[in-house]
């Protein structure tokens, strides 16, 4: 084992201080695992930790060592006497000594840390950790041996070992060295000057240490070359990255082994899946649907429909599922929810009470009507498509009050008769829901009234005031039926228009005053119309005006006004004839004349067409007005008009044809054809069929076609009855000598049914709505 040379002038105690102090000052090795890097790193060499405050170590109840009596006495009693020993560490000046004994063994091996050892090579993980040594205090060792007596200026050897006094910081657990390095031999130390400078050198340095390794363990973190420890987000991160991404593996392996065992397997998977689930619910003994059971799967709940099927979203897997309903046996069982779409589920129930057939069709039309709700004591039940149901009911009566609803229709209450065979008196109608808004003036006065589609439940909606004229009031609903527009005298002695909104059945005043109003019809939700203002003489502008009613908005638009040319007794003027309303244009012509004597020369009649809402007016043709006798319009077609305008300079008349928002000067019509007696055709609200009314033989009949009336039928079950509307794409209203009105069918089949007796004006009126005629 190698040792040193004690110089000469110095004692072994003195000589062991210095070696200790060097040995202090050396470099402490610290292991640090950096945890940013895969790779393991090596051991570091770092500075020794900056000094703290001092801490007493003898006094410190954490590390306090075991002192010897006698060695604690000799500090204590010669420590105040004596001269720092600063000197003799620092400037490591030779001094000499008394005699000095040979040092003996010690009495009990100290393990030694070597400054040698070399780094390991440390595994590392992403967040940092820093391993300092343990936190501990010095062990004070000390020999009572006699001093050997040394020559004067001879030079000592020792062992490279502790010195007398030595800080060993406890290191980790290691093997167990054997050999000499087990065994340190102590000094005798009885020089008290020793003694003291090696006590204040231990407890000084002693101190540091404790303070550098106290601030280490409490900042938790280690100091890297070149400053402090960062823990920085990005390493938080990646660090967070990586458990998670292991904690989802571990998952995934753990369900994949799950799924892979059968008895785990649809468990699993029904915290995942799900699967859309039909269930077809038969009675029985007649294997027809059963519609509103009641089906109960782990707490989920649905009801059959008309088709007796439910619908149900459930996990894959086993599942306790129960039917349920009013009169019938309660069943349940337990099935299997596979991934794979299959047929519906079927279940069959056994009736408890009489299983009553019932049938249910439109008033109107004869034909079924399905999703018919019929509820009778406890129990319902839903038609299917033929308009047929079963309903299971008690046998404690003959006969059961029931309710009808349905979307669309009127609600009606019948009485059921309790028989599983198929009667007559288990087979009931219902009328759609709707209202018609017609004038009677049963009461005395003319009156707004309204009445279901069947005629039942009619209703005044506003009551005549007795100063109505019954030659021009009239009421033109909408196609849709949502307004109507009546013209009437109610307060005053002109006549005003009024809007009437199904909705509320309020009534709103919109335009009055001194002026002529001819209804025109409506397009839409517009209303339009013509006002000639008494007000504004014939010779200026806008004396007659043509404009539209916004039912939804309540705004009132100015379509077109007329012009007037010239003063006093000499002038032009011009009006408005012939409205008609095609596909979303109002189409009508305009006319030039002359008033003592006034010129029309540069003038031109028109045929005009202007959009409901005022957009898009346009004059399609120019027609010049001198000469010109007059302007004739017929309506040949839903969506074709003929005009003829007659010059009497040359008696010639020339005609026109307006189609497809277009006009063109045709010679296929004639003064025959012209002149020909056409119907007043009533468009459905789709547009796709006409209807209109022809005397054939002396007698009314109705016909219906297309869009353009061609294709068109003979309603032979309407003979005598004449075209007055619609009622929605489903129903024809017709009316009888002209003040009886019934409602059919669109297709003109079945028996027509009478809603009520309603008030024509003497005066008829064609336009386009319903109710004019």
Not at 137 to 150: F, G, M, R
Not at 599 to 613: D, M, Y
Request: charged share 20%; aromatic share 6%.
């Amino acid at each position: 084992m190698a040792s040193k040379k004690i110089p000469i002038g110095l004692n072994p105690a003195e000589a062991a201080v210095e070696q200790r102090v060097e040995a202090m000052m050396s470099p402490v090795k610290i292991t640090v695992v950096d945890h940013t890097d895969t790779a393991a790193s090596t051991v570091k060499t770092t500075p020794k930790p900056p000094v703290a405050a001092p801490i007493d170590i003898f006094n410190d109840p954490r590390t306090a060592p075991a002192v010897p009596a006698n060695l604690l006495e000799k500090l204590t009693a010669t420590v105040a006497d004596e001269p720092k020993p600063t000197s003799a560490v620092a400037d490591k000046t030779p001094v000499k000594s008394p005699e000095i004994t040979a040092p003996k063994p010690l009495s009990k091996s100290v393990p030694i840390q070597h400054d040698s050892a070399e780094s390991t090579e440390v595994p590392t993980k992403r967040v940092p950790v820093v391993v300092t040594p343990p936190n501990r205090v010095p062990q004070l060792i000390a020999s009572t041996a006699p001093k050997p007596a040394v020559p004067a200026g001879t030079e000592l050897t020792t062992p490279d070992a502790a010195p007398a006094f030595m800080f060993t910081p406890e290191v980790e657990a290691t093997p167990t060295p054997t050999g000499d390095d087990l065994a340190v031999p102590a000094l005798k130390i009885d020089d008290a000057k020793s003694d003291a400078a090696v006590a204040a050198i231990a407890a000084s340095e002693g101190d540091e240490l404790l303070a550098a390794q106290d601030s280490a363990n409490l900042s938790g973190a280690r100091t890297p070359r070149g400053g402090a420890v960062r823990t920085t987000p990005a390493r938080t991160a990646r660090s967070l990255k990586k458990r998670v991404l292991l904690v989802v593996l571990l998952l995934l392996v753990a369900l994949a082994a799950l799924i892979a065992i059968p008895t785990t397997r649809y468990k699993v998977a029904g915290l995942l899946v799900k699967r859309d689930v039909q269930v077809l619910v038969l009675d029985s003994k007649t294997s027809r649907p059963v519609s509103k059971a009641t089906l109960l799967i782990d707490g989920r709940t649905a009801t059959t429909d008309a088709s007796g099927v439910a619908h149900l979203s459930v996990p894959v897997g086993n599942h306790q599922v129960a039917v349920s309903k009013q009169y019938y046996a309660e069943k349940s069982s337990n099935t299997f929810i596979d991934f794979k779409k299959g047929a519906p589920l079927k279940v069959t129930l056994v009736a408890t009470g009489r299983q009553v057939p019932i049938t249910v069709t439109d008033k109107l039309t004869g034909k079924p009507i399905s999703g018919v709700e019929i509820s009778v004591l406890k129990t319902s039940a839903k038609t299917d498509k033929q308009g047929k149901a079963i309903i299971v009911l008690p046998t404690k009566t003959a006969t059961s009050e029931g309710n009808l609803t349905n979307n669309g229709y009127n609600a009606a209450k019948v009485t059921i008769q309790i028989t599983d065979g198929v009667v007559p008196g288990n087979s009931f109608t219902l009328t759609q829901s709707g209202k018609i808004y017609f004038l009677s003036n049963e009461n005395g006065t003319i009156d707004v009234v309204k009445a279901n589609l069947d005629g039942t439940n009619k209703q005044t909606v506003v009551k005549g005031t007795g100063k109505e004229d019954p030659n021009t009031t009239v009421l033109l609903a909408a196609h849709d039926w949502r307004f109507s527009v009546l013209k009437a005298q109610r307060d005053s002695s002109q006549a005003a228009l009024y809007l009437i909104d199904s909705s509320n059945d309020k009534l709103v005043e919109f335009d009055s005053g001194d002026a002529s109003f001819t209804p025109i019809g409506w397009y839409g939700h517009n209303f339009m119309y013509d006002a000639v203002r008494n007000s504004v003489a014939t010779s200026q502008n806008s004396h007659e005006l043509i404009k539209s009613y916004d039912a939804e908005r309540g705004q009132l638009n100015q379509l077109d006004a007329s012009q007037a040319d010239g003063s006093g007794a000499s002038y032009s003027y011009q009006g408005f004839y012939n409205f008609n309303i095609l596909d979303n244009l109002l189409v009508y012509n305009t006319q030039w004349y002359s008033s003592g004597g006034a010129s029309l020369e540069g003038k031109s009649a028109t045929i005009r067409a202007v959009q409901p809402n005022g957009q898009g007016k346009k004059d399609y043709q120019n027609i010049p007005a001198a000469g010109l006798g007059y302007v004739q319009a017929a309506v040949a077609a839903p969506q074709d008009i003929y005009y003829a305008a007659f010059n009497y300079n040359d008696s010639k008349t020339t005609y026109f044809e307006f189609q497809n928002q277009g006009i063109k000067t045709s010679n296929n019509i004639t003064a025959a054809s012209f002149n020909k007696l056409y119907p007043n055709y009533v468009v459905s609200p789709n547009g796709k069929q006409a209807l209109w009314s022809e005397q054939r033989n002396g007698k009314s009949v109705v016909l219906l076609g297309d869009a353009s009336a061609a294709n068109s039928k003979m309603l032979t079950n309407l003979a005598g009855f004449n075209a007055y509307g619609w009622y929605s794409d489903s129903y024809i209203l017709v009316s009888k000598k002209n003040s009886e009105l019934y409602l059919v069918g669109s297709d003109g089949t079945g028996t027509p049914i009478k809603l009520a007796d309603y008030f024509r004006p003497a005066q008829s009126v064609v336009p386009s709505g319903y109710g004019g005629l």
